[in-house]
């Protein structure tokens, strides 16, 4: 021990540095460590809790992004099944209107048609008329005072007769 007190140690003073020691040990552990690791743990589950929220996020996003596909994939469906209904739709109306025009056309023609001879009967009556007035009247003209009612009937008749026409 005088090896020790010969360099200026002492017991004492040991003993004193130990109990220093130790005090400062146990502030320091109470006071400054045991926080400080309870901070480090903290930020370390705030680290880690946000590695896996980003995670979480990435999975979010991609699985946001996979249904934003598939609901274009699904909207293009849609529109081409609209696309082609409608077109489906759009020749089937052309085909009725078609249809309904070439009724409309033959009902016209046949209606033209029918116009036409009732025309022509009216027209023929009416020269036949005028044929039978003329032969009247060239007959009274040149005869007209020879001939009886009776006889000018017959000549009516006679012309109606040889023209087709029945009265």
Same mark, same amino acid.
């Given at each position: 021990? !005088? &090896? *020790?007190?010969?360099?200026?140690?002492?017991?004492?003073? $040991? /003993?004193?540095?130990?109990?220093?020691? #130790? =005090?400062? %040990?146990?502030?320091?552990?109470?006071?400054?460590?045991?926080?400080?690791?309870?901070?480090?743990?903290?930020?370390?589950?705030?680290?880690?809790?946000?590695?896996?929220?980003?995670?979480?996020?990435?999975?979010?996003?991609?699985?946001?992004?996979?249904?934003?596909? !598939? &609901? *274009?994939?699904?909207?293009?469906?849609?529109?081409?099944? $609209? /696309?082609?209904?409608?077109?489906?739709? #759009? =020749?089937? %109306?052309?085909?009725?209107?078609?249809?309904?025009?070439?009724?409309?056309?033959?009902?016209?023609?046949?209606?033209?048609?029918?116009?036409?001879?009732?025309?022509?009967?009216?027209?023929?009556?009416?020269?036949?008329?005028?044929?039978?007035?003329?032969?009247?009247?060239?007959?009274?003209?040149?005869?007209?005072?020879?001939?009886?009612?009776?006889?000018?009937?017959?000549?009516?008749?006679?012309?109606?007769?040889?023209?087709?026409?029945?009265?």
């Amino acid at each position: 021990m !005088e &090896i *020790l007190s010969s360099f200026g140690v002492h017991w004492t003073t $040991i /003993i004193a540095q130990i109990v220093n020691y #130790a =005090i400062l %040990l146990y502030i320091l552990s109470r006071f400054v460590y045991k926080p400080l690791m309870k901070s480090i743990d903290e930020r370390e589950a705030k680290i880690k809790k946000i590695s896996d929220d980003g995670l979480s996020v990435d999975k979010i996003l991609s699985d946001a992004r996979d249904k934003q596909n !598939e &609901i *274009l994939r699904q909207a293009r469906e849609e529109s081409q099944k $609209i /696309i082609h209904e409608a077109e489906a739709s #759009a =020749i089937v %109306l052309k085909n009725n209107l078609i249809e309904e025009a070439k009724r409309d056309a033959d009902r016209l023609i046949v209606s033209g048609r029918k116009e036409l001879a009732d025309e022509q009967i009216r027209f023929q009556e009416s020269m036949k008329n005028e044929l039978v007035d003329l032969v009247s009247s060239g007959v009274e003209s040149t005869v007209g005072k020879y001939i009886t009612k009776d006889v000018e009937a017959k000549i009516k008749s006679e012309t109606l007769k040889t023209s087709g026409h029945k009265k």
